[in-house]
């Protein structure tokens, strides 16, 4: 069996956050949210880490996230890019959007083998998650059936104060496997509770506090690759067509028609921790804060990598 692997999806801009959010310190000694994910995961097991960023990051991100973590971890970047598109395909006009995260993993294509993780780089979902997630692909194998897995985070601890956020809604059975999954791109808290918003916010739906949403924290055999590839086409080919400017390839989207045709089981691993992260600026003290109190209790060392 293959180690797992690490995927994290840092090609964001970070438009709502109005900068690159990604290398943005968040405590005195200039660690990022993705140095918290990076050592959670390498005390979990991972020993290696592929960073999917923009091409024209690569010495920034290079500088500032990836050589420090070289030292202690085998990196690797792949690059997501508008024009990476099957034969056949051109690039609508005015688009400007990327693709999403279903490109962003398939990117991998060629330097992933194995099991591996995916998470997002702007996001902290806590050590427990990667300890469940790595322990998970460690067994990991395939059968007439793709085995995937997921960590799931009650909706009450994943959304900010501060504007909207996208989420997967998760809809799990008794026995914590997912059945489907519906990605919510503009999901707000507001005075009576949480609820989202599908026409650009002229009408409201409700979201209990205790549903069980995704926060692109993934664990996939390889056959993930196979399904993305195969699939990216004919999403440009229906979706893009219909919605030029800004259709996404979402990667929640993809599993979700996975189980639909019952190829693809996938088990949700549950974590009571808070999502941190900082969608938009106004965010960054809660993480900031978040942080020291942790460091305080000793669950992280002041210099994670010393």
Same mark, same amino acid.
């Given at each position: 069996?293959?180690? !797992?692997?690490?995927?994290?999806?840092?090609?964001?801009?970070?438009?709502?956050? *109005?900068?690159?959010?990604?290398?943005?310190?968040?405590?005195?000694?200039?660690?990022?949210?993705?140095?918290?994910?990076?050592?959670?995961?390498?005390?979990?097991?991972?020993?290696?880490?592929?960073? %999917?960023?923009?091409?024209?990051?690569?010495?920034?991100?290079?500088?500032? /996230?990836?050589?420090?973590?070289?030292?202690? =971890?085998?990196?690797?970047?792949?690059?997501?890019?508008?024009?990476?598109?099957?034969?056949?395909?051109?690039?609508?006009?005015?688009?400007?959007?990327?693709?999403?995260?279903?490109?962003?993993?398939?990117? #991998?294509?060629?330097?992933?083998?194995?099991?591996?993780?995916?998470?997002?780089?702007?996001?902290?979902?806590?050590?427990?998650?990667?300890?469940?997630?790595?322990?998970?692909?460690? &067994?990991?194998?395939? @059968?007439?059936?793709?085995?995937?897995?997921? %960590? *799931?985070?009650?909706?009450? +601890?994943?959304?900010?104060?501060?504007?909207?956020?996208?989420?997967?809604? #998760?809809?799990?059975? &008794? +026995?914590?496997?997912?059945?489907?999954?519906?990605?919510?791109?503009?999901?707000?808290?507001?005075?009576? *509770?949480?609820?989202?918003?599908?026409? @650009? *916010?002229?009408?409201? /739906?409700?979201?209990? @506090?205790?549903?069980?949403?995704? =926060?692109? =924290?993934?664990?996939?055999?390889?056959?993930?690759?196979?399904?993305?590839?195969?699939?990216?086409?004919?999403?440009?080919? &229906?979706?893009?067509? +219909? +919605? !030029?400017?800004?259709?996404?390839?979402?990667? !929640?989207?993809?599993?979700?028609?996975?189980?639909?045709?019952?190829?693809?089981? %996938?088990?949700?691993?549950?974590?009571?921790?808070?999502?941190?992260? /900082?969608?938009?600026?106004?965010?960054?003290?809660?993480? /900031?804060?978040?942080?020291?109190?942790?460091?305080?209790?000793?669950?992280?060392? &002041?210099?994670?990598?010393?």
């Amino acid at each position: 069996m293959k180690k !797992p692997v690490l995927v994290i999806m840092a090609a964001g801009m970070g438009s709502r956050y *109005g900068g690159l959010k990604q290398m943005d310190p968040i405590d005195n000694e200039g660690h990022k949210i993705i140095d918290f994910s990076i050592y959670d995961a390498k005390r979990a097991g991972f020993e290696k880490v592929v960073f %999917v960023i923009k091409k024209e990051l690569e010495n920034d991100f290079r500088e500032l /996230v990836g050589n420090p973590i070289a030292k202690h =971890m085998e990196v690797e970047y792949v690059f997501q890019s508008l024009e990476d598109i099957p034969e056949g395909f051109t690039v609508p006009e005015k688009r400007v959007k990327p693709w999403g995260t279903g490109q962003a993993v398939l990117s #991998c294509y060629d330097v992933v083998d194995g099991p591996f993780a995916v998470i997002n780089a702007d996001d902290y979902y806590g050590a427990s998650a990667f300890q469940m997630i790595y322990d998970f692909l460690a &067994e990991a194998k395939d @059968d007439s059936y793709y085995r995937y897995t997921m %960590v *799931g985070y009650r909706l009450k +601890n994943t959304v900010t104060d501060n504007g909207y956020v996208s989420r997967g809604v #998760c809809d799990t059975d &008794e +026995n914590e496997m997912l059945q489907g999954i519906v990605e919510r791109t503009r999901i707000e808290k507001h005075e009576n *509770g949480i609820t989202y918003s599908e026409d @650009d *916010g002229d009408t409201w /739906v409700a979201l209990p @506090d205790e549903t069980i949403v995704s =926060m692109n =924290m993934w664990g996939f055999t390889v056959s993930i690759l196979e399904e993305l590839k195969k699939r990216f086409a004919l999403f440009l080919n &229906e979706e893009v067509r +219909n +919605n !030029p400017e800004k259709a996404e390839y979402f990667l !929640p989207s993809v599993v979700d028609r996975l189980l639909a045709a019952k190829k693809a089981t %996938v088990k949700v691993l549950n974590s009571e921790d808070k999502w941190y992260g /900082v969608t938009y600026k106004e965010d960054k003290e809660g993480v /900031v804060n978040a942080i020291a109190s942790m460091k305080e209790s000793g669950l992280y060392p &002041e210099k994670l990598w010393a």
